[in-house]
């Protein structure tokens, strides 16, 4: 099983950065995928959440990113992406993906609250002027 994060960067408030989340090794259409970050000093956070195909792929935001990033899942390339938009300063942080393998049915809102069983490595994503 893998999970490979990739897309981060630095911007400036105000910017955009697509974060990309590659998902190898298991069934992906039947497992919640979920983004978390992380900032200096803070506990893991979740930011947004995708449920299984089997749920019709709905999506949860933290109140924190709504409005301004979007979750998507893609079938073809066992893909999820994280468009972020309008980012803040406070956005900074590591990006992780994760997914839950011992609860296939999972709720994205308990994914969101926990994370999963497993994780990717991370992308730093900066949000400074």
């Known amino acids: 099983v893998q999970l490979v994060e990739s897309g981060g960067g630095s911007v400036q408030p105000g910017g955009s950065l697509r974060l990309s989340c590659a998902a190898s090794?298991?069934?992906?259409?039947?497992?919640?995928i979920g983004w978390f970050r992380q900032a200096p000093g803070k506990e893991r956070e979740g930011v947004s959440c995708i449920s299984s195909m089997h749920s019709d792929a709905s999506t949860y935001y933290a109140d924190s990113v709504k409005g301004r990033f979007t979750i998507s899942k893609d079938r073809a390339t066992n893909t999820v992406y994280l468009q972020m938009n309008s980012l803040k300063p406070e956005d900074t942080g590591v990006y992780y993906c994760?997914?839950?393998?011992?609860?296939?049915?999972?709720?994205?809102?308990?994914?969101?609250?926990?994370?999963?069983?497993?994780w990717g490595q991370g992308t730093q994503v900066t949000v400074s002027s």
């Open positions: 090794g298991f069934a992906f259409d039947d497992y919640a």
């Open positions: 994760t997914t839950d393998l011992s609860r296939r049915y999972v709720t994205i809102e308990a994914m969101c609250a926990g994370g999963g069983t497993n």
